[in-house]
């Protein structure tokens, strides 16, 4: 009511667009609120992270983020030992990597990630991360279930492997269209679904946030955000994808050092 007092005085057709107007300048069209960076990285973490020894089961984003170690490993002159297989028993240090379960099946891939753990396929490990997918989480989903399936699996591993660092991780994002066009189609509730998913993740991820501390939780979230909509719901920065899910050359950068800076660490 009060912008419609506000253009009483204007004749109709002018006054349709001052409405319009009125309605962009009250939306962030962006959808972002900030840039993120590259985190510093010496060549003393990447040798602390390279000489660990990890678990990391996913699917292809989680090859985007070893895709940013390797490259940043690289221009650093240190040598990352990553292997993709079920089973090592060489006690080597590295990355060791495999494709849990199926994409759009959240419980089978926590699944398979335990009874995988559970066999000890990999004798000492250091280490060890299962990432769900953007495809695992929708607006369909049972999210908080999920997550509670997950962060009691990941604490009944801690518990059995106490030797062991046992990381959640937060599920990744996806894109949403910015402008003007996408935001009024938002208005009148005809927005991309990407709203919806993310706001699903973002319920996931808010479980996980408040059962790990920070050596125990590698928010990817976070990072492919850089911080919430201004309705509140994390969304993948535009600019660190080309496809909208997956991660570009910048962002996995971004989050391959986190990635080093999380392995690094104690």
């Known amino acids: 009511m009060e912008v419609r007092q506000r253009f009483a005085f204007i004749p109709k057709g002018a006054r349709f667009l001052g409405l319009l107007l009125a309605l962009i300048l009250s939306f962030n069209t ?19 992270a390279a000489n660990k020894r990890v678990v990391f089961a996913h699917q292809s984003v989680g090859r985007n983020i070893l895709d940013g170690v390797n490259t940043i490993a690289n221009e650093h002159g240190v040598t990352f030992n990553l292997v993709e297989t079920r089973t090592d028993s060489s006690g080597k240090a590295g990355i060791y990597h495999f494709a849990v379960g199926e994409n759009g099946a959240p419980l089978k891939k926590i699944s398979d990630f335990e009874q995988t753990l559970s066999a000890k396929p990999y004798g000492k490990i250091d280490i060890a991360l299962v990432k769900l997918c953007y495809v695992d989480i929708t607006r369909t989903s ?11 699996t990941i604490k009944k591993l801690q518990t059995a492997n106490p030797d062991t660092r046992f990381v959640a991780v937060t599920a990744p994002l996806t894109a949403v269209n910015g402008g003007v066009k996408e935001w009024l189609k938002k208005a009148v509730g005809r927005g991309s679904p990407d709203f ?24 990817l979230a976070r990072i492919e955000a850089g ?23 910048k962002g996995q950068r971004e989050a391959g050092a986190a990635f080093i800076k999380l392995l690094s660490a104690q």
């Open 196 to 219: 919806a998913h993310n706001a699903k993740r973002k319920e996931f991820n808010d479980y996980l946030r408040k059962e790990f501390d920070s050596a125990h939780l590698f928010d």
């Open 30 to 48: 962006s959808g972002y609120t900030q840039e993120q960076t590259v985190p510093a990285i010496t060549k003393v973490e990447i040798e602390a």
């Open 227 to 249: 911080a919430p909509t201004a309705e509140g719901i994390e969304a993948m920065r535009p600019e660190i994808t080309d496809d909208g899910g997956h991660l570009n050359e």
């Open 142 to 152: 049972d999210a908080l279930a999920i997550a509670k399936n997950y962060v009691a």
